[in-house]
């Protein structure tokens, strides 16, 4: 199931035709929906199963406030498009030796946490909402 809703996101990903908004950040969020099937089942069958990428951004593109949006509110959108309801948290890390590697930015799991990795900082950036 997972593999087939990354696919379908990809290819309405390539189809999508937005708005200055949603063009600015259609690839971003299509790789945090892609991260979000990957760690969960159950909403890869949601993006399977519910809309499409495009009415996605549609729901992402209003929740705009003046002229920006901050990641978390676009990722909570897109989430929401697919599986109303979800809660979507991110987590911002900080090495203090300075050697995190771009793929520890993307893990899901946190750097701390992974055995023989340095312990550094980590702040649930939902606390600022």
Known sequence: MTEKAIEKLRKELEAYKGDRYGNAMKAEIASALERLCRLEPEFAQAVVEGGDFSG??????KAIKGNAISDI????AAAAYYFPGCKVSM?????????????DAVSETPAASRPGKPKGISVDLTNFL
């Open 91 to 103: 987590t911002l890390s900080i090495s203090m030796s300075g050697d995190i590697n771009p793929e």
């Open 56 to 61: 996605c951004m549609q729901a992402v593109t």
């Open 73 to 76: 509110d676009a990722y909570c």
